[in-house]
């Protein structure tokens, strides 16, 4: 069963994607260049490699929730191999126009009673009144986030190693007054 989480301008769906072992085997076959960081080894993915099937789930997904997205086309794609420790500062995903990521994960999270949010996903959505909506994501083999490109996002460090998929999409949206698929 999918959460689905609503801001002005902005949504997250949290679901699984059952097809996650294979998606990993043939994406960590199509890296392009691979950058070594302090706290991650990150591979930049061929946009080739994504599967139709993919797409095609991660629109479905979108339209499910009455989003008005026509299309979409992966745009970028990287493959990141944490290190010990490592994390996400804050970001999103805003360097291009109308960007929906996806972040999926291959491995379970290592509870730790202390730190019960280490390796988590966090997200930040901004509504009109000023209120800040916060979520955190544990990672699970398969669990996926799909989120437009301005939700605002991190990942807590973690004292294990632990790997996950990014693709940005470039969407399509309807254009006002034109019904969207899920319409007609």
Same mark, same amino acid.
């Given at each position: 069963m999918d959460n689905n989480y609503f801001a002005q301008g902005q949504f997250i769906i949290e679901t699984e994607y059952d097809e996650y072992e294979s998606m990993n085997i043939t994406m960590r076959k199509s890296s392009t260049e691979t950058v070594d960081y302090p706290d991650r080894v990150q591979d930049n993915l061929d946009l080739n490699s994504i599967s139709l099937a993919y797409t095609d789930w991660v629109l479905k997904k979108i339209q @499910?929730?009455?989003?008005?997205?026509?299309?979409?086309?992966?745009?970028?794609?990287?493959? #990141?191999?944490?290190?010990?420790?490592?994390? &996400?500062?804050? %970001?999103n995903h805003t360097?291009?126009?109308?960007? #929906?990521?996806?972040? $999926?994960?291959? @491995? %379970?999270?290592?509870?730790?009673? $202390?730190?019960? &949010?280490?390796?988590?996903?966090?997200?930040?959505?901004?509504?009109?009144?000023?209120?800040?909506?916060?979520?955190?994501?544990?990672?699970?083999?398969?669990?996926?986030? #799909? $989120?437009n490109g301005n939700v605002s996002h991190a990942t807590y460090p973690y004292k294990h190693e632990r790997r996950c998929l990014v693709i940005n999409f470039k969407a399509t949206w309807s254009k006002p007054n034109e019904p969207d698929q899920t319409e007609v």
């Open positions: @499910d929730q009455k989003i008005p997205v026509t299309s979409i086309e992966p745009d970028q794609a990287w493959y #990141i191999n944490y290190k010990p420790y490592g994390y &996400q500062g804050i %970001h360097n291009k126009e109308d960007l #929906i990521s996806t972040v $999926m994960y291959f @491995d %379970h999270k290592q509870e730790d009673d $202390m730190f019960t &949010q280490d390796g988590c996903l966090v997200t930040m959505m901004a509504h009109p009144n000023t209120q800040i909506e916060f979520h955190e994501f544990p990672p699970s083999p398969g669990k996926t986030i #799909i $989120m």
